[in-house]
Structures are given as structure tokens and as C-alpha cells.
């Protein structure tokens, strides 16, 4: 069992930058891929970012390519998203969730793909 919870959400104003926290516990942190999935108001829950469990791959949605980075420390069980520029449409309650996964594994950006998941922090950016 992983428990993952995040942190770091707020209001913000367009172009202004916000960094979400997923402190991870129960399993050992460096075995697992990592995810950042953001769910608007009657909207799916669509992916951000994923890191591989070295943190050596991460692969990004295009509507955040080039503003968002999703770095982790293992040393601190902890995944973070940094998002810079935001833009209105990056409001959503944002997501982080864990999959197990080998040295090699795949990392997929499927909602499917993940087993555990938090219970999410809400990002808000005003025009």
C-alpha cells in the first residue's frame, strides 16, 4: 500500500509559477514511477507528467510542454511539479499517483497505468 499526499496548490495569477509536493510513503520510493494526472470541473482526468523511478525519462501532456518539470528526490520520497507561465486553463484539482515499476519498466500516461493515487490539491490561476 502507497499513501501519497500532496501539497502546494493554491490561487495564482496568470504567468506566475506554483510548485505541488507528492510525499510518498509505505513502499520504497526509488521503486516507483511517478504521475501527476488534473481533473477540471466537468472535465476527465487527464495526464500532466510522469517520471521514470530513476528519474533519468519524464514525458509531459503537449499542453504543458516546455512550462511544467516534474523532478523528484528520492531521498525525500517526494515528486514535485513545477509549473511556471500557468495560464487560466491550468485550473484543476491536480493529482499525483505511484506505479510500481521495474529498473526498465514502461511508463505510461494512462490513468490505468497507476495503482495508488492521492486525494489531490486544488490550483487555481485568475486572468
Known amino acids: 500500500q502507497v499513501q501519497l499526499v500532496e501539497s502546494g496548490g493554491g490561487l495564482v495569477q496568470a504567468g506566475g509559477s506554483l510548485r505541488l509536493s507528492c510525499a510518498a510513503s509505505g513502499r520504497t520510493f526509488s521503486w516507483l514511477a511517478m504521475g501527476w494526472f488534473r481533473q477540471a470541473p466537468g472535465k476527465e482526468r487527464e495526464f500532466v507528467a510522469a517520471?521514470?523511478?530513476?528519474?533519468?525519462?519524464?514525458y509531459y501532456a503537449d499542453s504543458v510542454k516546455g512550462r511544467f518539470t516534474i523532478p523528484r528526490d528520492n531521498a525525500k520520497n517526494t515528486v514535485y511539479l513545477q509549473m511556471n507561465s500557468l495560464k487560466p486553463q491550468d485550473t484543476a484539482k491536480y493529482f499525483c499517483?505511484?506505479?510500481?515499476?521495474?529498473?526498465?519498466?514502461?511508463?505510461?500516461?494512462?490513468?490505468?497505468?497507476?495503482?495508488?493515487w492521492g486525494q489531490g490539491t486544488q490550483v487555481t490561476v485568475s486572468s
Open positions: 499517483a505511484s506505479k510500481e515499476t521495474t529498473a526498465g519498466g514502461t511508463v505510461l500516461t494512462t490513468r490505468g497505468f497507476y495503482d495508488y
Open positions: 517520471i521514470r523511478r530513476s528519474g533519468l525519462s519524464q
